[in-house]
């Protein structure tokens, strides 16, 4: 009587593919999650602005100004305090940012991501 031998585990081959996986979902993660912190700091900038008293009826040039400071103090590198847009109508202000951010992933591959933030404050 013969006693089957059934094998148990993954192969190296198996092994190579569950590691190549992991490394290519974790490169992906080290590329992209710096992207989204800073994007939550430009989020907190762009909120915080809200609570700063007359920013509404201040001019462009200095809520640009105080943008760059913010953006500064939060060490955002890679956006531009010029991307702000400021719209008023009806006694409201529109604070906006529209930026993308490319990001090199390997070989001939980028990740691309694009951001939008808008804030309304009153104007005065």
């Known amino acids: 009587m013969r ?4 094998q148990r ?6 092994w190579l593919l569950v590691l190549g996986l992991i490394a290519f979902f974790t490169l992906i993660t080290l590329r992209l999650v710096p992207i989204y912190l800073e994007y939550s700091k430009v989020v907190s900038v762009l909120e915080s602005l809200a609570n700063e008293p007359g920013i509404g009826a201040k001019p462009r040039s200095e809520i640009i100004k105080l943008v760059n400071k913010r ?3 939060n060490d955002v590198r ?3 305090p010029k ?3 400021l719209s008023k109508d009806k006694g409201i202000t ?3 940012i529209d ?7 390997m070989a001939n591959l980028d990740v691309v991501a694009s951001f939008s933030k808008e804030i309304e404050v009153p104007s005065r």
């Open 3 to 6: 006693k089957w031998h059934h």
């Open 78 to 80: 890679k956006v531009s």
């Open 9 to 14: 585990g993954m192969t190296a081959i198996g």
């Open 83 to 85: 991307l702000v847009k």
């Open 99 to 105: 930026y993308e951010r490319r990001e090199h992933l």
């Open 71 to 73: 953006f500064d103090i």
């Open 94 to 96: 529109r604070i906006s």
